[in-house]
């Protein structure tokens, strides 16, 4: 049976993120994980997660100025890079997120591969085994993002060479930037800490576009990977109504009716 995490940049996201949480063990998913949680005091998040009893997977480093997308691969701003890798990994340590994102931000070219290696260094030293992770974005969103395949991101985690660095596998971003969702998936596994998935090319709920997310889940399954499956779409204001794919997952999500029994 696949596990799902509730990914509450998204879902949910017109609530606070401590009642974010509670709806998302509400609506039967195994986990939570976010983007950026910094205005929330760490003492909301630890208090909501210790009464649903839900892991918080991940959360992501600041974004930067308006427009930004992260600083970790941008030459010249380095110490607000660092800045920021040590933010999120003090938030994380402070509410025990099993991950952060260290987002790039936008760059290209050798000087911005080397900074963001060198930021990576740093932070998966300091992050004291727990897991850093990079994430590929698709340049319809995020044009000129400085990380845009699996390829390159595998290449940067081979010579980062860290065992504590991961690659976020969007399965929505690698489908419009690279396709063959399934065989990256396989050769990907030994690098890959965290999978997500929405629906392509609209980001909407896994059940809508042209991946079809149960084939998915069934290879996941036979690849062994048994860790909850991000979900990461656009849900519009009510997320509760978009959730029918949880049961084609197996997942435990309670229908609405159950609900009010
Ligand atoms: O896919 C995404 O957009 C997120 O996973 C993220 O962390 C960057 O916004
Ligand atoms: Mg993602």
Not at 43 to 66: F, Q, V
Not at 87 to 92: Q, T
Not at 101 to 129: E, I, N, P, Q, W
Not at 130 to 144: F, Q, S
Request: proline letters at 6%.
């Amino acid at each position: 049976m696949t596990r799902f995490s509730a990914n509450l940049g998204f879902l949910w996201s017109d609530c606070g993120l401590p009642d974010a949480i509670r709806a998302a063990a509400a609506a039967g998913f195994d986990a939570v994980e976010c983007h950026w949680p910094y205005d929330v005091p760490p003492e909301d998040m630890r208090a909501a997660l210790a009464e649903t009893g839900l892991p918080m997977l991940g959360l992501n480093t600041r974004r930067g100025k308006i427009g930004e997308n992260g600083l970790s691969a941008v030459p010249g701003r380095h110490s607000e890079a660092t800045a920021a890798i040590d933010e999120a990994l003090g938030y994380a340590e402070a509410i025990g997120a099993g991950a952060v994102h260290v987002m790039a931000g936008h760059a290209d070219g050798a000087a911005a591969h080397a900074t963001f290696v060198s930021a990576l260094r740093y932070a998966c030293t300091a992050a004291k085994g727990r897991m850093i992770l990079i994430e590929p974005l698709n340049h319809y969103d995020a044009p000129g993002y400085f990380l845009t395949t699996t390829g390159q991101a595998r290449a940067i985690i081979e010579e980062v060479g860290a065992p504590n660095l991961k690659l976020m596998f969007d399965c929505y971003h690698v489908q419009l930037m690279e396709g063959d969702v399934t065989h990256r998936l396989q050769a990907l596994l030994p690098v890959i800490g965290h999978i997500q998935m929405a629906g392509v090319p609209d980001r909407g709920p896994p059940d809508t576009g042209e991946l079809n997310y149960p084939h998915i889940w069934q290879v996941l399954a036979r690849l062994g990977w048994t860790r909850p499956v991000g979900a990461e779409y656009n849900a519009g204001n009510d997320t509760d109504a978009t959730l029918g794919w949880m049961n084609g997952g197996g997942g435990r999500h309670r229908t609405r009716e159950r609900d009010a029994r």
